[in-house]
């Protein structure tokens, strides 16, 4: 039996402003958004158009935006909410 990762990376769809799209990050039911200054509580509903990504996928954006790879490893946990 193997265990689930605790945090599971979604990439949404592309836009003008964000042309790569944008990192999503779920993690105990709850979904953020990578920023700027770090990881942003959406909610707990992940946007319809967002696809699941593997870390390696999510290692490549972050590249890709010229953010520290650390970053992946700082999804905040819900706090028990």
Excluded: K, N, Q
Aim: charged share 30%; hydrophobic share 40%.
């Amino acid at each position: 039996m193997t265990r689930s990762e605790a945090v599971r990376f979604l990439r949404t769809e592309p836009s003008m402003a964000f042309t790569e799209g944008r990192l999503l990050a779920l993690r105990d039911g709850v979904v953020y958004v990578l920023a700027p200054d770090g990881w942003a509580r959406l909610g707990r509903e992940r946007p319809s158009t967002a696809v699941w990504i593997d870390r390696e996928a999510a290692e490549d954006l972050c590249e890709l935006e010229g953010w520290d790879l650390h970053l992946l490893d700082t999804v905040p946990d819900s706090g028990g909410l």
